[in-house]
């Protein structure tokens, strides 16, 4: 069956997954580049994300490799997709990952303001949901046609998900660092209440892996 | 020149030190004693708890061993002491550890309430101080006469310590549990705006040890 899952969701050891002050020159807030040191030096992400034949295999890298496989959908916060807040200024902005994403399939971004599909290159294009977390989970699962929906984040999308009990599983990553500020994972989230509990843990020397259940 | 330390302070992934409805029954609070199975293992635990020769040695054992030298004197918040709330309705509660706690030292006890200091077995006394976390750190550092200064928790505790930059080093275990609620070790605490950065880190099959230092 198909399921939805989270994956190479990195957060300081305090619990950030973004830094304070998101910006187009940082994507993920002050600080939080340093999260993904982890995932950057892998085999898998310099292949998806630069084309390159650079990087590292081990457990780092399995990881990776597993974010990608037998996803047949995205969905995305709308921070996760652009700096830009409000209504959208014009049809610009079409993320962070310039003509060809690394998604490959359709993206179902979650914005309170209507924007007509983006067809990118490779395959992936921006769909635009204003009507709500189920409604773009329906449509993803159809979208993805038996595959499984990744919820890509940011951090609230990952939360709204948690609370809503709609991920079956997921991959938190934490990297060794502290943020202090920004936005936190778990911050008021009672994940065992919500059925959620960590049943695999394993580490490396740039991150501690797990993998949450539900229940 | 002696130091503040705080060590084997372990929380879960979620950053919980403790989990909810502590009791004579449940210390930790409910869930809380999983916590702690890295440390319960380790040869110096069982040594220094148990009286006893059985136990692991390697990284987990390291860092227990660690937590116990060159230690002069603890600061205990009143929770971490005992369950009672309130006024001290009499001088029976002296600890959780029996008659030969596991200090052999002062322990200066974090309390709104007066009592006379208890002298247990094996160089243990415990001193309940009224006036404050820096008062009790002030007579803590005379008592430990050069050694170092142990805060020895409860989470309550070790956050009023940190937000006074009081804390010199700190060892953060992080155990591969969920506990979703109960007193959290990093909840609006803006570690990073106090100074503090993590500056080792290193892992077992049971928990990620991570070092934290104030600049």
Known sequence: MSKVRAHAFTVSLDGYGAGPNQSVSDP????GQQLHAWAVKTRTFQRVLFNSDSGETGVDDDFTARSFENIGAYILGRNMFG??????????WKGWWGDDPPY?????VLTHHARNSVT?????TFHFVTDGIESALE???VAANERDVRIGGGVATIRDYLKARLIDEMHVAV?????GSGENLWAGLDV???GYACTHYTSTPLAAHYILTRS
Chains 1, 2 share one sequence.
């Open 175 to 179: 990297a060794p660092i502290l943020l």
């Open 83 to 92: 700096p830009i807040r409000g209504p959208w200024p014009d049809d610009t």
């Open 104 to 108: 490959h399939c359709d993206v179902f």
């Open 28 to 31: 993920l807030g002050v600080g």
């Open 139 to 141: 449509r993803a699962k």
């Open 192 to 194: 065992d209440a919500l």
């Open 120 to 124: 990118m290159a490779g395959g992936t």
